[in-house]
């Protein structure tokens, strides 16, 4: 996605004819659009697949946090199936859990949160370890659901120093 309604539509219009099974789409960054604008803007895009929707809260990058109010819009659509949560907030991620966590999955977005949030209710992880450390972040998921939280953990904290380098700050 991009801050861009229309092109993030027609990308996601491209994605899913090539065979995406849903599209992962951000806030629109520098926009920062209003509650209507936001909700508008995921709408588009859902409707323009007519794939799920999962959306991509990462304040830190786009300048806005997707408000309860555009969630529960969004979620009385049904066009959202989830929502990859990056604010590095737990409270945040357990109130969605629990206002929306019967509409819609919630996956973490930040590595170093992986084992946290798996452990209020997070679906799993939509991954930046995982491109460089796949079977780490598998493993790390599996064993959690599995019930073998201890192993989950080893693997998580094991993880620890390549999480802080990919999200070292760079010049």
């Not at 969630?71 to 357990?94: D, F, M, N, W, Y």
Request: hydrophobic share 40%; glycine share 10%.
């Amino acid at each position: 996605g991009t801050n861009d309604t229309g092109f993030s539509a027609r990308l996601s219009r491209l994605a899913c004819r090539e065979g995406a099974d849903a599209v992962l789409a951000v806030v629109p960054y520098y926009n920062r659009p209003t509650a209507d604008g936001m909700t508008g803007h995921f709408l588009k895009i859902a409707e323009s697949c007519g794939r799920p929707l999962i959306l991509y809260n990462v304040p830190s990058r786009t300048g806005s946090d997707i408000p309860d109010a555009v969630l529960e819009s969004l979620c009385k659509t049904g066009a959202v199936c989830g929502i990859k949560e990056a604010s590095g907030s737990v409270s945040r991620a357990a109130r969605i859990i629990g206002r929306y966590g019967k509409y819609i999955d919630l996956y973490s977005g930040n590595d170093d949160l992986t084992l946290p949030l798996l452990s209020i209710g997070a679906k799993g992880v939509i991954s930046v370890l995982s491109n460089v450390a796949p079977k780490q972040t598998h493993d790390m998921c599996a064993e959690f659901f599995k019930g073998n939280i201890e192993a989950s953990r080893r693997i998580q904290l094991k993880a620890m120093p390549l999480i802080e380098a990919l999200f070292s700050e760079v010049n």
